[in-house]
């Protein structure tokens, strides 16, 4: 079965969800998350650790990003 799921979150996704939707989407191939604000390195560290084996698609863009989270992204699947 192929299913596409899209949610659109309209006041940004907090760090702490962001790691429930990675621990609870153990098939997730794809994550966008541009202009979240309260996203931080530790956040996209986990998601990376978690789903960077399997994700194909992980676009980032966040104000409180620096260099550390970007490093981490030789450990997601080319």
């Not at 979150?9 to 939707?21: A, D, P, W």
């Not at 399997?54 to 863009?61: G, P, S």
């Amino acid at each position: 079965m192929n299913v596409k799921e899209t949610f659109s979150f309209q006041q940004g996704i907090s760090g702490k969800t962001l790691r429930i939707i990675a621990d609870s989407c153990q098939h997730l191939k794809k994550l966008r998350l541009r202009g979240e604000t309260q996203i931080e390195d530790d956040d996209v560290i986990h998601i990376i650790k978690k789903l960077g084996h399997q994700l194909t698609t992980l676009a980032l863009e966040g104000e409180r990003l620096t260099d550390v989270a970007y490093l981490y992204l030789k450990n997601c699947a080319r």
